[in-house]
Nanobody, 124 residues
């Protein structure tokens, strides 16, 4: 198993930047695919980005391409989401997720482990 703790959320201005972190503890971090999802009030939990265990492959939701970057540092057991040029539509609770199986999945049901979430609010 792996335990996940997100940090770095907060209030950011439109066009600014913010970096979210996801610290993992437990079994070997590099064996896990890591992903970021987000959920706005009254909406489903949506995929944002994911990265394979070795960090070589990444994939993004269309809404995140060109603005957000997912990365990981396996030596620090931490995954990141760099958010550049956010807009008010990016306001949501952002969740870190992990799974041992790389399905290249964009569905939250395919990830077994979750953090508690961190609120990101983008002011216009």
């Amino acid at each position: 198993q792996v335990q996940l703790v997100e940090s770095g959320g907060g209030l950011v201005q439109t066009g600014g930047s913010l970096r979210l972190s996801c610290a993992a503890s437990g079994q070997t971090f590099s064996r896990y695919v890591m992903a970021w999802f987000r959920q706005a009030p009254g909406k489903e939990r949506d995929f944002v980005a994911a990265i394979t265990g070795n960090g070589i492959s990444t994939y993004y939701a269309d809404s995140a391409k060109g603005r957000f970057t997912i990365s990981r540092d396996n030596a620090k057991n931490t995954a990141y989401l760099q958010m550049n040029s956010p807009s008010p539509g990016d306001t949501a609770v952002y969740y870190c997720a992990a799974d041992r199986t790389d399905r290249r999945s964009r569905h939250y049901r395919d990830y077994a482990y979750w953090g508690q979430g961190t609120q990101v609010t983008v002011a216009s």
